[in-house]
């Protein structure tokens, strides 16, 4: 059974739109609507919508005054903000992430703030939050913007707040596969006027831009599904939380899978569900588990990208700017010293091969199927 998401509401809106002959995004139009009620439904200043959360991102890091010779502090379980910095030609560094609940350690991003950091992004991965508000003062103690990736995270409260709203930027996703889909798009969170304006000022141009700039802005026909979806989207979450739940009965069951830790004050937004093998220590093989995962035919995941993205070639080898080796190798502009190599983030790379992934945007009655299927794999690689 699937979760029924679109309705008559959205074609209505739609028609709307092609009857108007204003396709393209509209102050006046769905775009502005749909950026007036998301900043109403955070509670933020300013809400501005664009074509993807991508691209937002590159426009992030962008207001954050990010470019050749700086750097642009990263979670090193993804890759997005590290393309990000590629796209100012500043240069992505990391920070470690935490052994319980695998986000962004505020410690360790202190301790890699360098005088060339521009910003820092952090990710509410798979619909947990960072510590925020620690994050927020490493940012400001150091003159930083911090830039909140909300892509998993729609509605997820932290403490008194929703996360997008604590850092300086936040970024949501409205993507394929994302808690509200428009098929693409994304929208970015600030109270801050400035960072506003330099958002806005880099994703759409007019005749002829003051500075480089693109066209990331998001269509009337894009706003007119996401103002329809906004309505609906915390009723998904909630079915989620239960699908959540169904399959974390199952992971706090077993003695060898460490269930991810969610702290005091923290809220939970499911998008994938994760666990970690611990299986090794009582005489499992992830091997082993891995093919009794496979045999239950359900979509699970082990290692997730197996390796931080620093490792991956794309930041390891000269590849971006047509191989020419800027920002990350022989960059005139860059007077610091950092270095991508093994032991970077060691709790990164000592979780990310045996983290356990499972989509839980699901109905409760379909994660019942699977926690059903996670059950068996376990007791198959007990030899049960």
Known sequence: MGIDKFDGKEIEYLKE??????LSGQADGFKGKVEAAFAEAFGVKHAIAGNAAMSLLIAS????GAGAGDEVMCDPLVQFHAISALWQNARPTWADVCPDTWLMDPESARANITPQTKAICCTHLWGQPCEVDALRKVADDAGVVLIEDCAHAMFLPYKDKYVGTWGHIGVLSLCQGKHMTTGDGGIALTDDDELDRRIRSIIAFGESP???ATVFRMTEMTAAVALVQLEKVKGYIEEYRKSYGVLEEVVSGCEWLQSRVVK??????PYIFSCLFRGDEKGIELEDFKQALFETGENFNIGFTQVPA??????????AYQNKGCPLHNCPYYE???????????TAEEILPRLVNTNCMIAEDDAKRVADALSRAIAQAEGK
């Open 17 to 22: 739109v092609l009857a108007s002959g204003r």
């Open 336 to 346: 610091g010293d950092y270095e991508y190599k093994d032991g970077l983030c060691p």
């Open 310 to 319: 620093y490792k991956y070639k794309l930041f390891t080898q000269p590849m």
């Open 210 to 212: 003051p500075h480089l």
């Open 61 to 64: 890091v962008y207001a954050a």
């Open 264 to 269: 005091d004050g923290c809220g939970n937004s």
